[in-house]
């Protein structure tokens, strides 16, 4: 069995939305507090004994969020044409950190992000085990 490593970091950032043709309250403006967890896995370790420095996949991700933070989303693309749902939002940072990692042996597995703290989506391009 080839060996598997998980590594998770949690993050948040703040933004409002309004959810187009929504048939009810958040049709308008209002924010939340996103809370983001992003897994990557790795099938190998660096000379450090690592799969990636956590330090570095906090970077990436705040690279992400901050493009989102304190701002209305539905004024930035691709939010100013897709509804800004909880389901977009997962789908676009789990891409955008894809395109921002470009570490060998290391690849995004699932973005978990957190509308309240008792709602949540979680988008994976990859099979479950």
């Not at 950190?97 to 309240?116: C, K, S, Y």
Request: hydrophobic share 40%.
């Amino acid at each position: 069995m080839a060996a598997r490593y998980t590594l998770k970091i949690v993050t948040d950032f703040a933004a409002a939305h309004s959810l187009r043709d929504y048939p009810g309250d958040c049709r308008k403006l209002h924010g939340h507090n996103w809370k983001v967890e992003v897994e990557a896995i790795a099938s190998e370790l660096n000379e450090l004994g690592m799969a990636i420095d956590f330090k570095l996949l906090k970077q990436l991700t705040k690279k992400v969020t901050d493009e989102l933070d304190h701002r209305y989303l539905n004024e930035i693309a691709p939010f100013d044409t897709i509804n800004p749902t909880a389901e977009n939002l997962a789908a676009y940072i789990y891409c955008r950190l894809g395109e921002e990692l470009h570490e060998p042996h290391v690849r995004i597995h699932a973005v978990t992000l957190w509308e309240t703290e008792r709602a949540c989506v979680r988008y994976t391009e990859e099979p479950e085990a």
